[in-house]
């Protein structure tokens, strides 16, 4: 979208109001599925407790949290209620935590497969598509939100997805006191590098990378 910082995204929100209308069904579709994924593969991997208390389902509603959502909208990085996950019920513990943690952002990652494809065909077929504002926008929100919910939750702090996957994989090189410090003050460190806007960069990255790659394909 070309703005950084809450402020100046506070202030972009209030000059282009229909820029909210074009990012809701981003938010919606990044956030229900990113959780439904959860919900799914946790049942899969023999924990109902998600399916039992609702939470394996398709309704944004379900799953809303309105400090993640805030935070997706001004800072650019958030997060939806947390499917609730009983570890004890896995198959194979250390397996089944890292397929679940994982399956949520292997559900942004099929979006913005999904989304890329059907962008540039789409345009392929009527290449004034692109210069259509909602269009063009409510493609882009689809692609980039969920391209920030990828690389947002595979940082290996708590109470983010990458935790469970690094504490799994590293738990025996890395002292159990960090992980002890890491989940008490993890929501606070977080919000710290959201408001410094020190995750600004790699998810510049990203985007730019998916972006080009778009790019690249619809002139090729």
């Not at 399916?51 to 935070?71: A, E, K, V, Y």
């Not at 065909?121 to 882009?140: C, H, K, S």
């Not at 919000?191 to 990378?209: E, F, K, R, V």
Request: glycine content about 8%.
């Amino acid at each position: 979208m070309g703005y950084n910082g809450p402020m100046s995204r506070i202030r972009y929100f209030i000059d282009n109001p229909l820029q909210l209308l074009y990012l809701l069904p981003a938010l919606l579709l990044g956030l229900t599925l990113h959780e439904w994924g959860h919900a799914y593969a946790a049942y899969r991997c023999g924990d109902p407790t998600a399916r039992n208390l609702g939470r394996m389902s398709l309704n944004p509603l379900d799953h809303f949290d309105i400090l993640g959502t805030l935070c997706l909208l001004f800072l650019g990085f958030g997060w939806a209620k947390p499917v609730p996950v009983n570890p004890r019920n896995f198959k194979n513990y250390k397996r089944d935590d890292i397929i679940v943690s994982l399956a949520g952002v292997f559900m942004n990652l099929l979006q913005v497969v999904f989304f890329s494809a059907l962008f540039i065909l789409l345009v392929r077929w009527d290449n004034r598509l692109f210069f259509n504002d909602a269009f063009y926008y409510i493609f882009l929100n689809l692609i980039g939100i969920n391209t920030t919910l990828i690389i947002f939750n595979l940082i290996p702090i708590p109470p983010l997805d990458g935790s469970h996957v690094a504490e799994n994989l590293l738990a025996r090189r890395v002292p159990y006191r960090v992980w002890a410090f890491l989940h008490q003050y993890g929501r606070y460190i977080l919000l710290a590098l959201l408001w410094l806007g020190i995750l600004d960069y790699p998810i510049s990255w990203a985007h730019n990378w998916v972006f080009g790659l778009i790019g690249k394909l619809l002139v090729a």
